[in-house]
């Protein structure tokens, strides 16, 4: 794993996700093993019984039919207890009729949070924020978002970017600001001059100068 002269442990982009044992609502982890090779998101919330940490937890529980159907599993992580976990998660499903299928990490020690660097001192000496990381099947970080504990995330923003890296892979392209499924997507540009003549007039892209080049999947 790269490593950031401010912070030894902080992660970038194409790292390897670090490996760590874990106590979970669905019993000890792995996370090697327990990532088994599929797209996960391991995200962090601030803390267990607070109001936006709630909101979100039901909000992933919306999403994480449309996630799995992408190959993608949940792991969630903070530093409450896992019987502030169980009895959390018990009454969100009591209270607000949303069941809390994927795991959730008891990171006591802060050992999962400090290794991702989710603990931003800034905002909490100890909570770490609102920290997600998309991670592909072989375990290398693809993207990262963080928000500060008083705005929550944006779950539409988690889908498009789980359909961006997968499409991005796929095809071997990219995708430009505000790309949905169904949007054109960009070539990547031209290494050589010949290529950059070639490439206005190639019938099946939309060019609109020799490096700009849109196409459909």
């Not at 449309?66 to 169980?86: F, K, N, Q, T």
Request: proline share 8%; net charge negative.
């Amino acid at each position: 794993m790269h490593q950031n002269e401010d912070d030894p442990r902080s992660i970038r982009l194409g790292d390897i996700a670090p490996d760590f044992d874990a106590v979970t609502t669905h019993g000890p982890i792995r996370f090697s093993d327990w990532h088994d090779g599929r797209w996960t998101i391991l995200f962090a919330h601030p803390a267990d019984f607070t109001p936006v940490c709630t909101s979100e937890f039901i909000e992933f529980a919306k999403i994480e039919k449309e996630l799995e159907d992408r190959g993608v599993a949940l792991l969630g992580s903070s530093i409450d207890s896992i019987y502030s976990h169980i009895a959390w998660l018990r009454d969100i499903e009591d209270k607000m009729g949303v069941p809390i299928n994927f795991p959730l990490i008891a990171d006591l020690s802060q050992e999962v949070s400090r290794l991702y660097g989710m603990v931003h001192p800034s905002t909490s000496p100890t909570a770490p924020a609102r920290s997600l990381f998309f991670i592909d099947r072989e375990r290398k970080v693809r993207a990262m978002i963080t928000y500060p504990p008083e705005v929550g995330r944006s779950f539409i923003e988690i889908l498009r970017v789980v359909d961006a890296l997968q499409a991005a892979d796929k095809f071997q392209v990219a995708c430009p600001a505000n790309w949905s499924p169904g949007d054109d997507v960009m070539v990547p540009p031209p290494a050589t001059s010949s290529e950059a003549r070639s490439r206005l007039e190639d019938p099946d892209l939309d060019s609109q100068s020799w490096y700009l080049s849109k196409k459909k999947i």
